[in-house]
């Protein structure tokens, strides 16, 4: 089980809504907070993600989550791996093709690029559709394991 420590933001019922920031190499940096790879300037960006709250951690607490190795595994390969494998499969094949049917070679890498560019939009809408049929499936949800602070008392300090 993949483990991160998050704060809770918001409580619906059986879920909650947890910030989480982007983790980086560059995180021993001194520049870390200000860094414009992390995300354009702005320094760590927050990402919101809702997860599965059986324990009833409540607004304000610092909590660890978990998810399956396995299902991470599965995201990270559709995310990254998918979209490259397919530019570069279908702008091969599709170039091949050209120059099967008598195409030039420089017209076939054309053909070959616009067709692997095609591909990639055409995947990440298939994954973007993908994702929205499985997002009420909880078995890939990351799940609340335990509660590591309350709550927070709002003052700053």
Known sequence: MLREEVLVVAVDGHYAMVNSQRKSACGSCHAETSCSVLSGGSGKRENH???????????????????????????????????IVSL?????????????????????????????????????????KLNDHIEGDDSRRPVISKILTGTSSGDGC
């Open 49 to 83: 993600i809702r997860v599965i709250n059986l324990i009833g951690a409540q607004v304000g607490q610092r909590v660890e989550l978990e998810i399956s190795e396995q299902q991470f595994l599965k995201a990270s390969f559709l995310v990254y791996i998918m979209p």
């Open 88 to 128: 570069i499969f279908f702008g091969m094949f599709f170039r091949y093709l050209a120059i099967r049917f008598g195409v030039s070679p420089e017209s076939a890498e054309g053909v070959g690029g616009l067709a692997g560019v095609v591909a990639l939009i055409l995947t990440f809408l298939g994954l973007s």
